[in-house]
């Protein structure tokens, strides 16, 4: 009941908020950016420690340069997310344009599918906008992380689905896919590939750091034989973006194990050389090395394996 009634307060708050004009959003985003970065320095440690890491070529100013621009964009995005319940899909649309569609729709007719690999970069949720460029009946593919709180994973899923999107929650996304594809439906499969990855993974240097990455994206297209496209996105002004979609591969059966991916790293890092304001600098993107994770790997089985064990004697 306590968590119904959040949402019902956070839902209404949160669309009528949305209805105020962009100016008015930017205005507030202002004193926002003011209250996280010099107020609250949010997760500040954090942005300096990967911003120093990932570009020790740079100077102090450099990055504190980075750093503040990061903040700004940090708090745009916030808001930009929220308007996402009251935009128009006619708006949404004059603020996100699309490249490259020519090949990104003939592959998807061809092949019955593509999978695109998308970054935490720029205006990014406004990608769910995609199905505006698609033939009638195809389908946008939204894969995603459900929230624990049901209430508030009902509400993200509602604004993400305002534009004809397809919700997959990432556990079942094997499994949707190929249901969507037994219906002889057509797919635009987006995968959010750079965060932290709690399975599977593929270790890679990136920025000139042993990091992880999802592989699910590569193991799906070579399951389904989707071509790949990395979704380039840039930021050209306050509240407009641009996505190119650049084809990868075509043949994804044909790679080896894991290059997808690293091809996927390597768009990400040349993004992130070009401006690297527009990333999440906020996460935590380097929490163990390869050893460490082999290391609690070992200790998680040996606990496991003693648990067992004391089940069996009692």
Not at 14 to 37: G, H, K, Q, T, V
Request: proline share 4%; glycine share 6%; aromatic share 14%.
């Amino acid at each position: 009941m306590k968590s119904k009634l959040i949402y019902w307060l956070v839902s209404t708050g949160m669309w009528l908020f949305s209805a105020l004009p962009f100016r008015i959003l930017y205005i507030l985003s202002d004193f926002n950016y003011l209250l996280m970065y010099r107020v609250g320095k949010y997760r500040r440690k954090v942005v300096r420690e990967n911003l120093a890491k990932s570009f020790p070529e740079k100077t102090d100013a450099e990055r504190l340069q980075i750093e503040r621009k990061f903040y700004r964009y940090l708090s745009d995005y916030m808001l930009e997310d929220l308007k996402l319940l009251h935009m128009s899909a006619e708006d949404l649309c004059q603020r996100m344009t699309y490249k490259n569609t020519k090949q990104y729709l003939e592959l998807t007719e061809k092949c019955g599918g593509i999978i695109v690999m998308i970054p935490h970069y720029a205006n990014y949720e406004w990608l769910i906008g995609m199905g505006a460029i698609m033939k009638p009946g195809d389908v946008p593919v939204q894969v995603y992380k459900p929230l624990k709180d049901k209430y508030l994973d009902e509400l993200f899923k509602r604004i993400r689905s305002r534009f004809g999107g397809y919700n997959i929650p990432k556990h079942s996304t094997a499994r949707e896919i190929i249901k969507l594809k037994h219906e002889g439906k057509k797919m635009v499969v987006g995968l959010i590939t750079d965060q932290w990855p709690s399975g599977d993974r593929y270790w890679t240097t990136f920025l000139g750091q042993e990091t992880a990455f999802l592989n699910g994206a590569e193991r799906i297209a070579k399951m389904m034989n989707f071509p790949v496209f990395y979704c380039e996105l840039t930021k050209n002004r306050r509240g407009y973006c641009e996505a190119e979609f650049k084809l990868m591969t075509d043949t994804p059966k044909e790679t080896a194990e894991g290059e997808i991916t690293e091809m996927f790293a390597q768009c990400l890092e040349q993004t992130l050389r070009r401006e690297p304001a527009y990333w999440l600098w906020s996460h935590k993107r380097w929490k163990f090395t390869s050893e460490e994770c082999k290391r609690n790997e070992r200790e998680e089985q040996d606990k496991k394996k003693e648990q067992n064990k004391e089940k069996k004697q009692k």
